[in-house]
């Protein structure tokens, strides 16, 4: 406090003004500060309670992400011969074969020797590459499925090392790559994709005065020449002969690729199967992920009743419409998944009174059991349909899960739950209505039949976190809005600096007045005193 050299000088009227005026200006300034401070620190706390929100959609989406597509279904197999890979959980399902490997699917090798360095020149011109069947040293049948491919050699590219590169950037399943095989000897391998109809003719047209390119030529079978011939992998399944042109069989198990590693002595069993432990673990993972979350926004919001601590966003609104929105996906109709909707409370999951979910592990097991493949409601979305004829694909996700029926007319017209589809051969599209983004493909004689679009809870709930997350969701602003809010909290006390030093300087202005009149009273005083003490002094004489 400063000090009042007036009032310790004895001058004026002897009172401490500067202490008043800190008095009465400190009265009015702390319940304007108080209002201003108690405003800001609970703007602080809304704010930090948002964050949390914030966060916890955040975790949410994190800890479920593991979640999603793991259906428990597992692939297995008894030997070393083969590997086994889910790569459509929309169409696998549990199943065991005893499969047989006879032979592997090769790739046709040709070797081009002679050459001292990969600079060396390999003449100008052509090499025509065609694609088709050996069937004899002389006899070579095209394969309608695979278009002629020219590649050029001229002044640019004439090196062994130019001609490799051409014939790899032309993009037609035929790798080309140098061997050294030895001090100054190199070799032109050509190889090509797997399959007995996908054997090489190459036929070399060389330019006037270029030489060396002709002996690149391949139109006849030169085992000199051919080191792999093209061949077919030849299998058996449960006793069932098979071919396939690769050693990577997506065709064979709906659902799963099987890559053909080794011939065998003894068929091996291949299998998938469903794991009722894993799948529980997972359901139980999840329900309590969403209890984490529900409980958070409860503690939030709660208002403090009967002496209770109320939350920093006691009441809110948004935290209400979300714990609200959480509650749902809790009961409502998974649909797109059967002919029927699928429920939490089909899997065991009870919703209390306060909210937050249980799961009854013997009513999980028991429906995982029964059916295993219902489990993709909660982990897997995907799109099937009824026939193995016809397929179906969504992009977008303006669409609305369910079941759709896919008709075709006479002439071969299609609709899906009664509107017209865009048809383009086999195929069928949608881009408006509850099924937009609909595609659906017929295969030979495929007829009408149902589509089934599923969207799993765990898409929901990562959808949820999502549009909850997103710059222009109702929390982003909601942020926005409480910083700003902030931001006004430290101007009103800026402001309330200003206001106080100009009421300062007002009663300190009002003070200095009252001892200038002070001062001069008493300077009245002392005149007058002295005076009579004159006056006093004559009358004795």
């Known amino acids: 406090m400063a000090t009042d050299y007036l009032s310790a000088l004895n001058i004026g009227s002897g009172l401490n003004t500067t202490e008043i005026i800190d008095s009465i200006v400190a009265a009015e300034r702390a319940p304007q500060e108080a209002a201003i401070t108690k405003g800001k620190d609970q703007k602080n706390l809304q704010i930090s309670g948002l964050g949390q929100v914030k966060q916890k959609f955040k975790d949410l989406d994190t800890n479920i992400t593991p979640f999603d597509g793991a259906i428990a279904l597992s692939a297995k197999k008894s030997g070393t011969s083969v590997d086994l890979e889910i790569t459509d959980k929309a169409k696998a399902k549990a199943f065991s074969n005893q499969i047989g490997i006879s032979s592997l699917a090769a790739a046709e090798t040709l070797v081009f020797s002679g050459f001292s360095s990969e600079t060396a020149a390999v003449g100008t011109g052509s ?4 694609f088709g069947t050996w069937a004899s040293t002389n006899s070579f049948s095209a394969n309608s499925s695979r278009t002629n491919q020219t590649v050029t050699i001229d002044s640019t590219n004439n090196t062994l090392a130019g001609l490799r590169d051409a014939i790899n950037a032309k993009n037609m399943d035929v790798t080309a790559s140098i061997l ?21 003719q190459i036929t070399a047209t060389e330019n006037p005065g270029g030489s060396g390119l002709a002996d690149l030529a391949y139109t006849s079978v030169d085992t000199n020449k051919r080191t792999v011939t093209a061949s077919d992998a030849a299998l058996t399944i449960d006793g069932t002969s098979v071919s396939r042109e690769t050693n990577k069989i997506d065709d064979l198990i709906d659902g799963l690729t099987v890559t053909l590693k080794a011939t065998t002595s003894a068929a091996e069993t291949i299998s998938a199967e469903y794991d009722k432990t894993l799948a529980t ?3 139980e993972a999840l329900v309590g992920q969403m209890n984490a979350l529900g409980s958070s926004l409860d503690e939030l919001s709660k208002r403090g009743l009967n002496g209770a601590e109320p939350g920093p966003l006691a009441g809110d609104f948004l935290v209400r419409k979300l714990r609200t929105q959480l509650r749902r996906m809790t009961t409502d109709p998974i649909n797109g998944f059967a002919t029927s909707s699928i429920y939490l ?24 059991n029964a059916d295993p493949d219902s489990f993709a409601a909660i982990v897997n979305s995907r799109v099937t349909t009824g026939s193995s004829l016809v397929s179906a694909t969504v992009t977008g996700s303006d669409y609305k899960p369910g079941v759709y029926a896919f008709a075709l007319d006479g002439s071969a017209n299609g609709t899906i739950a009664g509107a017209a589809m865009t048809k383009n051969g086999d195929q069928y599209t949608i881009s408006s209505g509850d099924a937009q983004g609909v595609t659906v493909t017929k295969t030979g004689n495929g007829s009408s ?9 765990i898409e929901s709930l990562k959808n949820f976190s999502t549009n909850v997350l ?9 942020l926005s809005q409480y910083r700003k ?3 006004d909290y430290d101007d009103r006390l800026a402001d309330l600096d200003i206001r106080i030093a100009s009421v300062r300087s007002n009663y300190a202005a009002k003070f200095a007045a009252m001892e200038s009149a002070v001062t001069s009273l008493k300077s ?10 004159s006056w006093r002094a004559s009358l004795k004489q």
Do not use: C, P, W
């Open 127 to 130: 090499l025509a590459f065609a």
């Open 180 to 200: 050294k095989t030895g001090a100054t000897s190199y070799s032109l391998v050509v190889k090509s994709r797997e399959g007995v109809s996908h054997a090489m």
């Open 281 to 283: 673990s997972i359901m």
């Open 345 to 368: 409370a089909d899997f065991g999951v009870k919703t209390g009174q306060d909210g937050s979910i249980t799961l009854d592990k013997t009513i999980f097991e028991k429906r995982f």
């Open 449 to 457: 039949t149902n589509i089934f679009i599923g969207t799993s809870l």
């Open 470 to 478: 997103t710059s222009t969701a109702d929390l982003a602003t909601k």
């Open 485 to 487: 809010d902030l931001t």
């Open 524 to 533: 009245t005083e002392t005149s007058i005193k002295n005076m009579m003490d």
